[in-house]
């Protein structure tokens, strides 16, 4: 059985796609704890990211890293924190979120409702920083 993110990632359920290569697949979280909050995933269907091979997982951060690099330029925030949570979709997955502060990443906030224009404004200003 396909998870949800192996059915995004396959183009059987739109999303709004920041990057992808051979193994890995960046996508808005249509959920955002802020705006420009990004997915990352592996192509291969894994349950849990400390489940992944040492080199998918070396692969999946360095893939990770150049999504967030152009989050923090296109977003203009302080840093983007790095969540790993994994109970919530069993396919392994990290979170990329703008920040500004520490309480920024506080499950507790309440997410963001956007409409469709403001994803692809946002999807488009991270994807011409890459």
């Not at 990211?49 to 989050?71: C, H, P, R, S, W």
């Not at 203009?76 to 979120?97: D, N, T």
């Amino acid at each position: 059985m396909s998870t949800i993110f192996s059915k995004i990632a396959k183009g059987e359920i739109p999303s709004y796609k920041i990057a992808e290569n051979e193994d890995f697949f960046a996508f808005l979280d249509i959920n955002p704890m802020a705006k420009g909050h990004t997915l990352v995933i592996p192509k291969k269907e894994v349950d849990y990211i400390f489940d992944l091979d040492d080199e998918v997982l070396a692969k999946l951060n360095i893939f990770a890293k150049k999504i967030a690099i152009a989050q923090k330029e296109a977003l203009q925030c302080l840093r983007i924190g790095s969540m790993v949570i994994g109970l919530e979709v069993p396919h392994a997955h990290i979170h990329l979120i703008p920040i500004n502060k520490e309480s920024d990443m506080s499950l507790s906030n309440p997410r963001l409702k956007l409409s469709e224009e403001e994803f692809i404004e946002i999807a488009n200003a991270i994807k011409a920083k890459l």
